[in-house]
């Protein structure tokens, strides 16, 4: 089994609700990017504190990251030995971001009031500006990894179950939470 994951995707796609679901199901621990970047009143950290943090779990020799932050997924990539990719609809992603406004989240240091309008262009052109990126660098920087590409929901939740049924099957203890089998 992998002991170093990404889950990388749009906006709205659901990465976090997936990294937690994988974490429960896997017993690895989850890093949120956004969690070291951003502040609790909405300002980011210096690119360099980002940098040591994310240096930091990087060294560790067990875990999730969960997020994009292109300007790091190649090293993150060259770190990990499994990528899991949500490659949804656009409409999921703008529903799913627009579904979580208003709410308390463990992967954000606030609650998002509103839906900012450049965050919805950001998503609206995340299928032709991001990405091709993320594949360009799926494919020079993927080999050896195992790399799991979801287009829907239900793909995803499918993956889940089974990687869950197969740790139990296997006799690995782990504790899954329950929501793992509910719908994103």
């Known amino acids: 089994m992998f002991q170093k994951a990404l889950v990388i995707g749009s906006p709205g796609a659901g990465k976090s609700?997936?990294?937690?679901?994988?974490?429960?199901?896997?017993?690895?621990?989850l890093h949120y990017l956004d969690m070291l970047w951003?502040?609790?009143?909405?300002t980011n950290v210096s690119r360099e504190?980002?940098?040591a943090a994310l240096q930091a779990v990087l060294r560790q020799e067990r875990w999730i990251i969960d997020g994009n932050y292109l300007r790091t997924l190649e090293a993150r990539l060259n770190a990990c030995d499994?990528?899991?990719?949500l490659d949804f609809p656009?409409?999921?992603?703008l529903d799913g971001a627009a579904e979580r406004i208003g709410?308390?989240?463990e992967d954000m240091p606030w609650v998002e009031q509103s839906f900012d309008p450049e965050f919805r262009q950001w998503i609206t052109d995340f299928p032709k500006n991001q990405l091709p990126r993320i594949r360009k660098l799926l494919q020079n920087h993927a080999a050896g990894r195992e790399v799991v590409?979801?287009?829907?929901?239900?793909?995803?939740?499918?993956?889940?179950?089974?990687f869950s049924r197969s740790r139990?099957?296997?006799?690995?203890?782990h504790d899954p939470d329950p929501r793992l089998f509910r719908p994103f």
Not at 17 to 29: E, K, Q, V
Request: with cysteine; charged share 35%.
């Open 38 to 42: 951003h502040r609790p009143d909405g």
């Open 82 to 85: 499994a990528v899991f990719l």
């Open 103 to 105: 709410k308390a989240r």
């Open 149 to 162: 590409q979801f287009h829907s929901r239900r793909e995803a939740e499918d993956w889940l179950a089974a």
């Open 49 to 51: 504190a980002f940098d």
């Open 17 to 29: 609700t997936f990294a937690r679901r994988l974490r429960d199901a896997s017993g690895l621990p």
């Open 90 to 93: 656009l409409r999921v992603c």
């Open 168 to 173: 139990c099957e296997k006799g690995v203890p």
